[in-house]
C-alpha cells in the first residue's frame, strides 16, 4: 500500500465510522501502526477512539484511550459520546467521572452526552450534579448545554426544575423550544405545548417539521380539532405540507380527532410515502373502526415493498380482530414471522387477541405460551380471549396466575372488566359478586361504569332480573348506556316486559336514535304474544324517523367475503343454497329438531312462523359455507346482531350431522359447535 498521510487516514477511520465497517476501521488501525511509531499522534488516536466507540467495540477504545499519553477532552467525548450512542449510559457516566479525575474539563459537546446519560437512567442527583459543574465551568450559558440540560429535566419530570431552567437561559435555539413542547406532551400537558408554540412565533422563531409535529401530537392528545386545523392551515402557507413527517403528523391527528376522511386526504398527498405513513394511515383506519379499509391499505403497502415495522402489525392484527378477519390475521401473523417481530411484546399481544377474538382460543394460547416476554396487555388479551368463549374456569385461573408466583402483574381497569365478563358468560354469579366486591380493596380499583354493567349482565343471564334492577338503583354512579342495555337484554330473555319497558325508555333517553334498543323492546312485547305494544314501538320508530338496522351474517371463502341477509335469494349460488337448505332441514327433522317459532316475532300462522325462523341469514350463511369449504375445514360465520335461540339450536344440530366446527361471532360473543354442542353450554 502506497504512503498515505495522516488527513488521508483520519478520513479512512471516519469513512469506517459512516459505513459502520468495523473490518475498514481495523485495516485502517493497522495501517496507522505500520506508519507511525507509538505513542501515536494524539489527533489519530482521537480518531480511532471515536471510530471505536461509536461501532461498539468499546474494549478497543479503550485500550486506544489508555495508550495515548496526552488524553484531551476530545479524546474522553469521543469514548462518552459513543457509550451514550450505544446505550451503555452506566459507562459512559463512568467514563464522564475518570476524565474529571484527571482534571480535564468537559466542553460543550461532553455535557450534552452527561446530561443524555442521566435522563436515561432516570438519575436525579447525577444529573444535578453534572448541572452544577456546568454552571461553575460557565458552560449552562451555552446553547446547547443548556437545551440538554433542560431535555434532562424532562424526562426524569422534575418540572420545577425544568421551568426554572428554561426561564434562565439566556438565549433559546429550536431545538429548546422543540424540547419543551416535546417534552409537555410526554408529559400530559399539551395546554403548554401550544401556548409555547405560540411565544416561540411572538419571539420570531422559525418552526421545523419537530416543531410541527409536537403540536399536532399535542392536538391530538387534547382533542383540539379546530386548533390542529389552523396549524394545518399555518403548515400550507410556510410550505411544509410536502415534509413527509409533517404529513405522517396530520394523518395520525386528524385519525385521533375521528377525522379520518382528513387523513385519506393529506395521505393521498404524500408524493413519497415511508413506512410511517402508511402505518399512520392503517392506523387512523382502526381508531375510527374502518377495520376493511385498514387491511386494504396494509395489503396495498404491503404489495409497494414496505417493510412491515412492529407498530403497523400489532395495528393491523386489531383490524383482523374486529373484523373476524380470521384467515387474513393468520396471514399477517406469518408476516410478522417473516419481519422478524412476532418476538416483539406488542405484535405478541396483538397476535394473542387477534386469535382470541377470531374464535381460535388454541392459536392464541399457543402465541401466548410462546411469547418471551409478556406484559400486562397480553395477560390482558388471554383473558378476553377465555372471556369471549365463556370460560370462565380458565380465565379465572389465568387471572390467579396473573397475580400470584413468579408472574405478579398487577391487574388494571380492563383486566376485572374481562374477568367479570367471563364470569358473566359462565353464569359464575357467586364467584363473580365476590371478585366485584373486592376491587377496591384488594386490587385498589374504583368500579367503572363496564364494571357495574358486567355485573348487571351477570345478575340478568341468571334470570336474576329483578335484582339486577335493585343493583342499578343503589349504584353510586348514573348508569350508562351498556348498564341499561344489558338490563334490557335480560327482561328480552327471560320475558319480563314491564322492567324491559322501564329500561328501554331510559335508553331511549340516553342515545335516541339507536335503532336496535327499539327493537328489542318491540321483539320482547312480540315474543309475549303482545302484538298491539310491538306494533305500537314500530310505529314509533316511523314517526320519529328511526330505521331498524339491517341484519346480516357474512363469511370468507377464497377470500372474497359473502354477506347474507334473512330471506335472501339474490346469491349467485342461490339454488345450490336452497337445496342445501332443504337437505339440512330433512335430516334434523329425522334427528329430533323441532323449529322454535317463539323466534318469528310476527304475529302469523304456525307453519309460516317455521318457515320465517329457517330463512334466517346465519343459516343460509352456513348452507354456503358448507357447499363450498372443503371438509374438515371449520366454518366461520359473523353476525352483526345476536343470534336467535333457534338458529342456535339449529346449529348445534347441523354441527353433530356434518360432523364440522361451526363458529359463530355474534354482537355478543363467540359460539363454537362441534357433535351438537356449544361452547357456551346454551349460556348466552
Known amino acids: 500500500m502506497p504512503f498515505l498521510s495522516p488527513n488521508s487516514l483520519a478520513a479512512l477511520v471516519e469513512s469506517a465510522v459512516s459505513t459502520r465497517s468495523s473490518l475498514l476501521g481495523r485495516s485502517a488501525h493497522a495501517q496507522i501502526v ?35 499519553p496526552s488524553r484531551s477532552v476530545v479524546t474522553w467525548t469521543a469514548l462518552i459520546a459513543g457509550s451514550v450512542q450505544n446505550g451503555h449510559f452506566v459507562s459512559a457516566l463512568l467514563q464522564f467521572s475518570f476524565m474529571l479525575r484527571e482534571c480535564i474539563k468537559p466542553n460543550d459537546f461532553t455535557f450534552p452526552c452527561a446530561f443524555k446519560a442521566s435522563a436515561s437512567l432516570r438519575m436525579p442527583v447525577m444529573g444535578k450534579q453534572v448541572h452544577a459543574l456546568a454552571v461553575k465551568d460557565g458552560q449552562i450559558r451555552d446553547v446547547f448545554v443548556g437545551s ?65 409535529c409536537a403540536f399536532l401530537n399535542a392536538c391530538s392528545d387534547a382533542s383540539y380539532l379546530e386548533t390542529g386545523k389552523q396549524l394545518h392551515g399555518f403548515i400550507i402557507q410556510n410550505g411544509f405540507e410536502a415534509d413527509v413527517p409533517v404529513s405522517n403528523g396530520l394523518i395520525d391527528f386528524y385519525g385521533k380527532c375521528r377525522q379520518e376522511r382528513s ?182 380499583i374504583i368500579p367503572g361504569a363496564e364494571h357495574y354493567a358486567c355485573v348487571v349482565d351477570l345478575l340478568g343471564r341468571a334470570g336474576m332480573v329483578e335484582r339486577a334492577y335493585e343493583f342499578i338503583q343503589q349504584m353510586p354512579i348514573p348508569p350508562t348506556i351498556s348498564i341499561w342495555g344489558a338490563l334490557l337484554g335480560a327482561c328480552r330473555v327471560y320475558g319480563k316486559p314491564e322492567l324491559g319497558k322501564i329500561a328501554a325508555e331510559s335508553l331511549f333517553e340516553l342515545d335516541p336514535k339507536d335503532s336496535g334498543n327499539h327493537v328489542v323492546l318491540s321483539n320482547m312485547f312480540a315474543a309475549a304474544a303482545m302484538w298491539e305494544e310491538a306494533t305500537l314501538v314500530r310505529k314509533e320508530m316511523n314517526d320519529v324517523g328511526i330505521k331498524k338496522g339491517v341484519g346480516c351474517s357474512w363469511i370468507s371463502v377464497k377470500n372474497a367475503v359473502h354477506i347474507f341477509q334473512a330471506k335472501d335469494t339474490s346469491h349467485e349460488r342461490n339454488s345450490d343454497i336452497q337445496v342445501m337448505l332443504a337437505k339440512l332441514r330433512r335430516d334434523m327433522k329425522e334427528v329430533g329438531y323441532v323449529p322454535d317459532t317463539n323466534f318469528a316475532l310476527y304475529d302469523l300462522e304456525e307453519e309460516e312462523k317455521i318457515s320465517e325462523v329457517w330463512y334466517h341469514s346465519e ?24 343470534i336467535c335461540g333457534d338458529c342456535h339450536s339449529a346449529i348445534k344440530f347441523i354441527s353433530g350431522i356434518v360432523c364440522r366446527e361451526i363458529i359463530v361471532r355474534d354482537n355478543n360473543r363467540y359460539h363454537c359447535f362441534r357433535d351438537g354442542q356449544c361452547s357456551c353450554r346454551d349460556y348466552w
Not at 405484535?347 to 392459536?363: H, L, P, Q, R
Open 34 to 68: 505500520k506508519t507511525f511509531d507509538t505513542p501515536l499522534p494524539s489527533f489519530l488516536s482521537n480518531h480511532l477512539v471515536n471510530m471505536y466507540s461509536k461501532l461498539d467495540l468499546s474494549s478497543s477504545a479503550q485500550l486506544i484511550l489508555s495508550f495515548t
Open 619 to 642: 343459516k343460509i350463511a352456513l348452507a354456503y359455507g358448507l357447499i363450498t369449504i372443503p371438509p374438515g375445514v371449520p366454518i366461520r360465520i359473523t353476525k352483526n346482531l345476536r
Open 263 to 444: 387523513s385519506e386526504m393529506v395521505f393521498d398527498r404524500i408524493f413519497q410515502r415511508n413506512n410511517v405513513s402508511w402505518c399512520s394511515m392503517v392506523t387512523a383506519y382502526v381508531q375510527n373502526h374502518e377495520e376493511e379499509k385498514a387491511c386494504a391499505v396494509f395489503l396495498q403497502a404491503i404489495e409497494e415493498g414496505i417493510e412491515p415495522s412492529d407498530f403497523m402489525v400489532s395495528s393491523v392484527l386489531s383490524a383482523c380482530a374486529g373484523l373476524s378477519g380470521h384467515e387474513l390475521g393468520r396471514s399477517v401473523h406469518a408476516l410478522a414471522v417473516k419481519a422478524c417481530v412476532e418476538g416483539n411484546v406488542f405484535v405478541g399481544s396483538a397476535i394473542v387477541d387477534m386469535y382470541g377474538k377470531c374464535g381460535n382460543i388454541n392459536e392464541a394460547e399457543q402465541a401466548f405460551h410462546d411469547m418471551p416476554e409478556r406484559n400486562l396487555i397480553t395477560w390482558n388479551a388471554m383473558i378476553g380471549g377465555y372471556a369471549h368463549q365463556g370460560h370462565a374456569d380458565m380465565a379465572l385461573a389465568l387471572f390467579e396466575e396473573m397475580t400470584s408466583g413468579s408472574n405478579e402483574v398487577e391487574p388494571n381497569y380492563v383486566t376485572l372488566v374481562c374477568v367479570l365478563s367471563a364470569c358473566s358468560r359462565a353464569g359464575a354469579v357467586k364467584m363473580g359478586m365476590e371478585i366485584f366486591e373486592s376491587m377496591r380493596a384488594r386490587y385498589g
Open 148 to 212: 440538554s440540560a433542560f431535555d434532562m429535566y424532562c424526562k426524569i419530570g422534575l418540572r420545577d426544575e425544568a421551568r426554572n431552567l428554561f426561564d434562565e437561559m439566556p438565549e433559546r435555539n429550536i431545538v429548546t423550544w422543540n424540547a419543551y413542547m416535546s417534552n409537555a406532551v410526554l408529559d400530559g400537558r399539551p395546554r403548554n405545548t401550544v401556548n409555547a408554540f405560540i411565544e416561540f412565533l411572538r419571539v420570531g422563531g422559525k418552526p421545523d417539521s419537530i416543531t410541527f
